[in-house]
């Protein structure tokens, strides 16, 4: 029930194109999805979050777009240059009873390869 | 960077030793998570602290334990090391205990031999 199951494991893009990644939910009490960006050898950064009272949001070339009703979630990666090139990870999160929040239940993540 | 800190980066130890991790976080955050990141589980959830209390609890073997201090930096003990337990273990720390951000530190890497 608290699995985040993200596709695909590995993807390649051109320079200019645009990357999708995946990712669906199980656990209908998860209340903010964020996705993180991580380099080789370097901790996952914050890259865009949504709630489930929006169907999208975009910062610059990145873009959330929430389906609740299907329970599922993707990043879509405007323009995608070399320099985005990493692993992508999606998350989840619920709060708890009395209002905390519980860690967050990551997918298993994206290599994502931009080629020039 | 992301204002978390941890030190050591790296940490080479036998199998049955005990290491401790340590984990600063970003300045008047109140709320730290360890999370452990492995080739086989991926990033996976093991304790949160707020303001010295432990919050939530995730996938945490009985041999680790953690706490926060005072100055709210936090230390993940690690003790009965066995082979399996080699992986990055992470820091994050947010501002409260419900708050989305949560933010990483640049981790530890852990090899047990």
């Known amino acids: 029930q608290q699995q985040v199951k993200q596709s695909p494991q590995s993807l390649i893009v051109q320079k200019g194109g645009i990357s999708i990644i995946n990712c669906a939910y199980e656990n209908t009490a998860f209340d903010y999805f964020p996705w993180y960006q991580q380099f080789p050898g370097k901790g996952p950064a914050l890259l865009i979050a949504i709630r489930p009272d929006v169907s999208e949001k975009k910062e610059g070339r990145f873009t959330i777009s929430f389906n609740k009703s299907a329970k599922q979630f993707s990043l879509h990666i405007m323009d995608s240059q070399p320099g985005d090139s990493a692993t992508y990870f999606c998350a989840a999160r619920s709060l708890l009873w009395g209002g905390g929040a519980d860690g967050l239940t990551f997918g298993k993540g994206t290599h994502l390869i931009i080629q020039p | 960077d992301s204002g978390v800190t941890q030190t050591p980066k790296h940490l080479i130890t036998a199998t049955g030793q005990r290491v401790t991790l340590r984990c600063s976080p970003r300045s008047g955050d109140l709320s730290v998570y360890w999370y452990q990141q492995s080739l086989d589980q991926g990033l996976q959830f093991l304790i949160q602290?707020?303001?010295?209390?432990?919050?939530a609890k995730g996938n945490i073997l009985e041999r680790f334990s953690a706490q926060q201090f005072p100055d709210l930096h936090s230390e993940l003990n690690l003790s009965s090391l066995e082979l399996g337990d080699s992986a990055l273990y992470f820091c994050a720390s947010s501002s409260t205990t419900s708050s989305y951000e949560q933010y990483f530190g640049p981790g530890t890497r852990l090899t047990v031999t």
């Open positions: 602290y707020y303001n010295g209390e432990e919050r």
